[in-house]
Nanobody, 122 residues
Framework: VQLQASGGGSVQTGGSLRLSCAAS????????LGWFRQAPGEEREFVAA????????NYADSVKGRFTISRHIAKNTAYLQMNSLTPEDTAIYYC????????????????WGQGTQVTVSS
């Protein structure tokens, strides 16, 4: 599975961004898509995940109510709508695919895309 993340950028506090993760490659299996982020000097942390069908989502407590993950099945693309951004959201955001479920640990994910930088200034 190849994953292409896009949509990062720089915004001010309170602003919004929408990230996209386009998946391609394997057509013989279903997989969830998730987003993780990593700030300088920090561990990679779970942000959100969406199931293959798009019917089930999971969020980190730190983003609940501000971020929304969704999935366009025909385009095989996941989106992460990020609202009310704060400087604490500044990080490189990575998308990943999980064949077995929609886990919250990076070790559960089988495929990773390149990151996209999100910078929120105060």
């Amino acid at each position: 599975v190849q994953l292409q993340a896009s949509g990062g950028g720089s915004v001010q506090t309170g602003g919004s961004l929408r990230l996209s993760c386009a998946a391609s490659g394997r057509t013989d299996t279903k997989y969830a898509l998730g987003w993780f982020r990593q700030a300088p000097g920090e561990e990679r942390e779970f942000v959100a995940a969406v199931s293959w069908s798009g019917s089930t989502t999971n969020y980190a407590d730190s983003v609940k109510g501000r971020f929304t993950i969704s999935r366009h099945i025909a385009k095989n693309t996941a989106y992460l709508q990020m609202n009310s951004l704060t400087p604490e959201d500044t990080a490189i955001y990575y998308c990943a695919a999980d064949i077995m479920g929609w886990g919250t640990r990076a070790s559960e994910y089988d495929y990773w895309g390149q990151g996209t930088q999100v910078t929120v200034s105060s």
